[in-house]
Nanobody, 115 residues
């Protein structure tokens, strides 16, 4: 069974940066297309960044140029570097593979951006 643990969230002022981490056990993330998702209060979960097994990346228009998804194969971890944060980035952030069925969802990590 795959276990995902997200970390690195917190409270930051607008314009600040955070680096999220997603540690996976039970499956090698380099073999998967992994993604970071977020869910704001009252909204549906949305995909913000995707990283394929071959290293290609895709980003939601709302985060393009500000967020970067990378993979640390040695630690079986996926990171999301978030720069120039905006209040509208406030959400719980999750990682998972894109392929269906997804892995069991982790607890997520809260990101709060103050104006």
């Amino acid at each position: 069974q795959v276990h995902l643990v997200e970390s690195g969230g917190g409270l930051v002022q607008a314009g600040g940066s955070l680096r999220l981490s997603c540690a996976a056990s039970g499956r090698i993330v380099s073999m998967e297309t992994m993604a970071w998702y977020r869910q704001a209060p009252g909204k549906q979960r949305e995909l913000v960044a995707r990283l394929t097994s071959s290293g290609n990346t895709n980003y939601a228009d709302s985060v393009k140029g500000r967020f970067t998804i990378v993979r640390d194969n040695a630690r079986n971890t996926v990171h999301l570097q978030m720069n120039s944060l905006k209040p509208e980035d406030t959400a719980v952030y999750y990682c998972n593979r894109v392929t269906s069925p997804t892995f069991a969802w982790g607890q997520g990590t809260q990101v709060t951006v103050s104006s």
